[in-house]
């Protein structure tokens, strides 16, 4: 039987944003028995480059490549195309970028994954930054209304364009799962235990209460990796997600 703790893992994603692969490589050393799958993100990935990645899923590590593509349908297309080909396990487009942008990279992705004989990577799309807040989303964006029906929106969109799931904070994660049902899949970052610090995060929770909400994935990044103990961290935030399984 599957216990809780190797459950909690499965969800759990530690986000890499560090500068060089030797830090990155030396953090999935010390966190592999505590994580499902490392994002990288645009802070490692200008620096490393497609070689990490590829290096990573030749030692079988389970890759989220969180490079946010937002252009035109055409260039997003082309790019997720590059993207693909390096066997991932998600990758994320921003909702914003519209319907027609999504299905463009989402049509690319399957069919150059199919044609590669590669998994095809979850795509999802980055709805509303979980570093936004409310009073940021009207006043300082001007855009009226509540995040929280932005978000539903972004995610109703996204569905349609036959993407898997959103990133989405996990204030919002009731909302898009009574519109877009249980098979969507739900990404939250914005995840701070108790004892860490917010910083820049805004639309946040901890690990307990974003499961409890039925998040599938929770991205952690500082809360573990900026810790004095990588490894002491992650097993913390584990044993607080399996014990509200
Ligand atoms: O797409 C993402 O992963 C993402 C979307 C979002 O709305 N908010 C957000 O924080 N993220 C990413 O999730 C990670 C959160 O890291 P920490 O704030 O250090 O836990 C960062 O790598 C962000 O780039």
New binding site residues.
């Given amino acids: 039987m599957v216990n809780k703790f190797e459950l909690a893992k499965e969800r759990l994603i530690v986000?890499l944003?560090v500068d060089t692969d030797c830090r990155a490589e030396d953090l999935i050393k010390q966190l592999a028995p505590y994580a499902g799958m490392f994002?990288v993100?645009m802070q490692l990935f200008y620096q490393a480059g497609p070689d990490l990645v590829r290096r990573l899923k030749q030692q079988g590590v389970k890759v989220f490549l969180?490079l946010?593509l937002h252009d035109i349908p055409n260039t997003v297309g082309q790019a997720a195309r590059a993207l693909a080909e390096l066997g991932t396990d998600m990758i994320?487009v921003h909702a914003s970028g519209g319907p027609e942008m999504m299905r463009a990279a989402a049509t690319v992705v399957r069919e150059r994954a199919a044609a590669l004989n590669l998994s095809v990577p979850l795509i999802i799309s980055?709805t509303?930054?979980?570093?936004i807040d409310q009073h940021t989303f009207n006043h300082d964006l001007g855009i009226p209304g509540a995040i929280q029906e932005m978000v539903t929106r972004q995610a109703k969109l996204t569905k349609e364009a036959g993407l898997d799931g959103v990133?989405a904070?996990p204030n919002e994660i009731t909302v898009i799962r009574e519109a877009c049902g249980k098979e969507f899949k739900i990404?939250t970052?914005?995840?701070r235990p108790a004892w860490s610090v917010a910083?820049?995060?805004k639309r946040i929770m901890t690990p307990a209460q974003a499961v409890r909400q039925g998040a599938d994935y929770l991205?952690?990044?500082?809360?573990i990796?900026a810790a004095t103990d990588p490894p002491q961290a992650a097993h913390q935030i584990l044993a607080e997600i399996a014990e509200v399984l």
């Fill in positions: 986000a944003d994002k993100g969180d946010k994320n980055v509303m930054l979980t570093s990133v904070s990404v970052p914005g995840i910083g820049d995060q991205v952690v990044g500082r809360p990796t």
